[in-house]
């Protein structure tokens, strides 16, 4: 969804707190806000360790509750928008994850999309103006950040890439 430079954002809180049998404690989302009536949870993980897909629904859980209401006995929830960004990803990272409820009544899919920065480079940022893909455009160069320092014409290739894109420190 596309949204004007004027929407305003508010930032939600990132501590939530889960009390139950199993697992009691605090958890930390990286980032929530809310645009107009929709709540957006983003994620960015580094490197895929197989428990992202329980993490957000967990962490979706305890936003959905949060912003959940009570009527006639109906409790009313609904699960903000959410997505991970892949800082590292290879050829078989997927493009979402799936969550599966089994209900007494219906079952549903709970889908997340994922982004991989490596899909990114600045001309895409830009033109798309997903301008907070920025400071992490760099993990795209990082299995070449030894041979760059070692090499100034590949330092050089990356300023130039840089500099291409119209994208220049200090504006």
């Not at 009691?24 to 983003?42: A, F, M, N, P, R």
Request: proline share 3%.
């Amino acid at each position: 969804k596309k949204y004007e430079l004027t929407e305003e954002v508010t930032f939600l809180k990132n501590e939530h707190f889960l009390q139950n049998q199993a697992q009691e404690g605090e958890k930390i989302t990286d980032s929530c806000v809310q645009l107009q009536d929709e709540k957006y949870h983003v994620e960015c993980q580094s490197t895929p360790d197989g428990s992202m897909a329980e993490r957000m629904f967990e962490y979706d859980s305890c936003i959905a509750l949060e912003g959940s209401e009570l009527e006639n006995y109906v409790l009313d929830i609904k699960f903000p928008h959410s997505g991970i960004l892949y800082l590292r990803s290879t050829s078989g990272t997927p493009d979402r994850l799936a969550v599966r409820l089994h209900t007494t009544g219906d079952d549903a899919t709970y889908y997340m999309p994922i982004m991989k920065i490596k899909d990114y480079d600045l001309d895409k940022i830009f033109h798309k103006e997903l301008y907070f893909l920025i400071p992490f455009y760099l993990f795209t160069f990082e299995n070449r950040f030894a041979k760059m320092e070692s090499d100034e014409a590949q330092l050089e290739m990356l300023k130039k890439d840089t500099y291409d894109s119209g994208f220049t420190a200090g504006e």
